[in-house]
Structure formats: structure tokens, C-alpha cells
């Protein structure tokens, strides 16, 4: 499958959880050949590339690791901030700059997932003219509004995201994102996505959340979450509940200030987590505590007393108290 590769971005930090990841893609998609795995690596160290290597030899794997040094010059002329102290995810708007010319469906996976199932359908989908297949986000119903984003306009999670290459280049996307970045704005609360979000509008074919499993989908039920979030547009319960039957990726992304790799987190994920992660070769790896602040921390007493909906109804406010602080200070930022 020369046409079909796949696209992971990460530091020294987030290697080993790359790695994890990487195991249980390997793990549960042992029927796609020639498969090509791009690392576009920041500051990885030697031993680190060489155990990331060992592995994907383990399942006669290997992998194509990309130096993101001429990427990250070119965020910088960009002006494009960092988010959390690292640039790597914005690495995945630069692929044209590494990615072989074969190759016409890249699929660009967070470190912070797991695969459980085959990846086939995605490589075989017809997208048509879509340029991306995406997952809707399950957290940004009332975000999106401050992008300017009707309530029944689309907002993806962009952790998982199918790029059909050739509609990408006819549709002219990295231009028309330069100039977005350029001419319109270069910082967001979620720099990547927000942008991609902006970009894309009408431009995205909608995957099935089997595909980028979130862990509110699974910590609380769909009555509670359908209640609290009120979505002008979204998933079914049914198809949620096919989703958690016959899931593809799990984004396990933070959940009350921890990943699952943290010590003492109540993440819904984690024990799929630590399954993966005792077979992979970051086995012996201890957990530590997260560096989360006192939010995250109030956030723990509150999810242990609270009713699940009443701690999801405050759980909304307080995120969406934190982007309205956020936008407002980057809109103040751009109008200096």
C-alpha cells in the first residue's frame, strides 16, 4: 500500500507514548503491507530513535524518522507560536515538505491514541473531493461560537486526521492556510486545529467517531453528555454506542489533567492503556505525577463528589471560561 502511510510527530517527551501507540498499530494492523511510517522527530535521542526502531523491526516494520529542524525554522518565519513549550503540532500542516510523491493518503495520528482495529477502511475510503477525514470534537460545542463557527457548522478533532493529498494540492489547502496564517490570524487557543477547522469549513468528510473514540464518550453516559452539551449537530447514540463496540483509535487525551501514563489518574482509558503499554517496549516505564495545576486538581475532588452530569455541567463552564480568557487575550494580542 505505496499510496497509504502514516504520520506521527513527537519530541523526546512524548516518544515513548509515540511508541505505545505505535505498538498497538503495529499490533492490530499486521495485514497492511508496505505500510510507511513517518516520525517527524524534535531533539529525540539516539538511544530513544534505535528502541523506536527495534520495535517496528519486531513486526517487520520499519520507519522513516524526519529531522524537524527545516520545519520548525519555517514555523518560526511563519510566526507561528508553540503550544506547551513544543512546535511538533504544527509539524503535520508541513507535510508536503517530507512526504514522497506516491503517497496519497496520509494518516496523521496523535501520540496519545491507541489503534484497536484495522486501519484498512481509511486507506481504501473514498473521500471524493474532500481534502480531510475527520472525527466531530466532543468538547467544542460552544467553542467553536468564538471562532465565529455557527452552531451547526462542523468542528473536528483534528488528533486523527485522513489528508487525501491529491484534492489537498488541487484545492491549493497549504496556500490557503499560509495566507490564513499571514493575512488573517496565526494564534489560537488550538493553534492547528482551530486553523484546520477555519480552512477546512466544507471541505471535510465526516468519519465515524469509531475512528477517534474521546474519553467523555466513555466516562459518561450519552443521555448525560447529550444533556449537559445540547449539540445543534453531532454523532447518534447509536453510532456512539457502535463506536465503543467496534472501536478503531481511542484518543486518550487528557482527562481531569492527567493521561493515562500519569500516576494516580481516573482516566477511562487507562487500563487499555497499561495493556498496551506492558507489551510494548516502554513496559518498564513508571508513571509519574502530572505537572497539572490547581485546576485539574480541583477538577479530581470535584469529578469523586459530584453527580456525573453536575460535574460535566461544571466541567463546561470552567473550559469554556479558560477559551473565553484565551480568545480574548489573543484577539487583544492581534489588534496591537
Not at 481509511?122 to 474532500?130: Q, S, T, V
Request: glycine share 4%; hydrophobic share 40%.
Amino acid at each position: 500500500m505505496n499510496d497509504f502511510s502514516i504520520l506521527y510527530a513527537f519530541d523526546e517527551n512524548y516518544a515513548p507514548w509515540a511508541g505505545v501507540s505505535m505498538y498497538s498499530l503495529f499490533e492490530n494492523n499486521k495485514d497492511l503491507e508496505d505500510l510507511t511510517i513517518y516520525c517527524v522527530v524534535d531533539n529525540v535521542s539516539k538511544p530513544t530513535l534505535r528502541k523506536l526502531l527495534q520495535q517496528a523491526a519486531l513486526f517487520g516494520r520499519k520507519l522513516t524518522f524526519v529531522d524537524a529542524t527545516a520545519i520548525i525554522q519555517r514555523i518560526k518565519e511563519l510566526n507561528i507560536p508553540m503550544y506547551r513549550g513544543s512546535y511538533t503540532t504544527n509539524f503535520r500542516l508541513f507535510f508536503h515538505m517530507f512526504v514522497k510523491k506516491e503517497c496519497k493518503r496520509l494518516l496523521y495520528i496523535d501520540c496519545d491514541t491507541l489503534i484497536t482495529g484495522s486501519l484498512r477502511p481509511l486507506a481504501e475510503l473514498d473521500m471524493g473531493d474532500k481534502v480531510i477525514g475527520v472525527v466531530r470534537d466532543s468538547l467544542s460545542i460552544q467553542y467553536k461560537e468564538l471562532l465565529g463557527l455557527k452552531p451547526e457548522d462542523l468542528y473536528f478533532n483534528a488528533g486523527v486526521s485522513l489528508i487525501n493529498i491529491p484534492a489537498w494540492n488541487e484545492q491549493k489547502i497549504t496556500e490557503k492556510m499560509l495566507d490564513h496564517i499571514q493575512n488573517v490570524q496565526a494564534r489560537y487557543c488550538n493553534p492547528d486545529q482551530d486553523l484546520l477547522n477555519l480552512v477546512l469549513q466544507g471541505r471535510a468528510y465526516i468519519l465515524p467517531p469509531n475512528y477517534n473514540l474521546q474519553p467523555h464518550h466513555l466516562a459518561f453516559t450519552d443521555e448525560t453528555y447529550f444533556e449537559v452539551y445540547k449539540p445543534a449537530v453531532y454523532y447518534t447514540a447509536a453510532e456512539l454506542e457502535d463506536a465503543r463496540a467496534n472501536p478503531v483509535i481511542f484518543h486518550i487525551y487528557r482527562y481531569l489533567g492527567d493521561f493515562p501514563w500519569h500516576k494516580g489518574n481516573l482516566h477511562p482509558a487507562n487500563a487499555l492503556f497499561d495493556q498496551y503499554a506492558k507489551r510494548s517496549l516502554w513496559k518498564d516505564i513508571v508513571k509519574k505525577p502530572s505537572n497539572g495545576g490547581m485546576i485539574f486538581k480541583m477538577e479530581k475532588v470535584l469529578y469523586k463528589m459530584l453527580p456525573r452530569k453536575a460535574f460535566l455541567c461544571v466541567f463546561r463552564e470552567i473550559t469554556l471560561r479558560k477559551f473565553r480568557r484565551q480568545n480574548a487575550a489573543l484577539q487583544k494580542e492581534q489588534s496591537q
